[in-house]
């Protein structure tokens, strides 16, 4: 079954400016907090308690995880996006597919500092409401920030969890996208129980 290329259009256009921005700003040294609206998590990161995704294994540059069951490789690309790996709910029947998408940071390694302040405002730039620094997670071994947000692209709404992975000389932003009828603790479910599989080469 091919999934609706409009369904994904949307979300990797965002993805692609999320990632410019944040690589731009991280060249400027991060002495202070400038973030306006939102807090910076000071607590300490949380392993990830979930069942492991059952679905195909993806590999990327240096990593795999598991996607969830039902969900896999679109048979069509997005024009203008080459993310690192992309994955859809091919099942999906509601208009948008529910997927994630992998991209490298050109920057390097960044941390979950730099994510909690010019990651916010990215969001925000880019039209993103209700934008949320949630408690960091380990994931691999690894911190990760993990932000929450709502955007909207052609009349449709949807709801993004954006992760960002790192092993010591690469960050991968990993965003989740979901319909916006998928509760909030469903859509952190899923992307905990792929992000629980993610193991480096």
Same mark, same amino acid.
């Given at each position: 079954m091919r999934t609706p290329l409009p369904a994904l259009a949307g979300v990797a256009v965002v993805a692609s400016l999320l990632l410019a921005g944040c690589s731009s700003a991280i060249p400027e040294p991060s002495t202070s907090?400038? +973030?306006?609206? +939102? %807090? $910076? +998590?000071? #607590? &300490?990161? $949380?392993?990830?308690?979930? %069942?492991?995704? #059952?679905? %195909? $294994?993806? /590999? @990327? +540059? @240096?990593? /795999?995880?598991?996607?969830?069951? @039902?969900?896999?490789? &679109? /048979?069509e690309s997005v024009p203008g996006f080459s993310p690192d790996t992309l994955v859809a709910n091919l099942q999906d029947t509601d208009g948008f597919a529910d997927n994630l998408n992998t991209l490298k940071s050109p920057a390097g390694v960044v941390t979950p500092e730099v994510v909690e302040s010019a990651g916010v405002d990215e969001l925000e730039s880019v039209g993103a409401t209700d934008v949320t620094v949630n408690d960091r997670v380990t994931v691999a071994g690894s911190e990760s920030a993990h932000l929450s947000a709502q955007l909207s692209n052609s009349g449709t709404t949807y709801a993004v969890e954006q992760y960002y992975v790192s092993d010591a000389e690469q960050t991968f932003v990993v965003t989740f996208s979901f319909s916006d009828t998928v509760p909030a603790d469903e859509r952190v479910r899923l992307a905990e129980s792929v992000l629980v599989t993610w193991t480096w080469a």
């Open positions: 907090s400038e +973030s306006q609206g +939102s %807090e $910076t +998590s000071d #607590a &300490p990161s $949380t392993g990830l308690d979930v %069942e492991p995704a #059952a679905g %195909e $294994t993806i /590999t @990327g +540059s @240096g990593y /795999t995880y598991v996607a969830p069951e @039902g969900w896999g490789v &679109p /048979t």
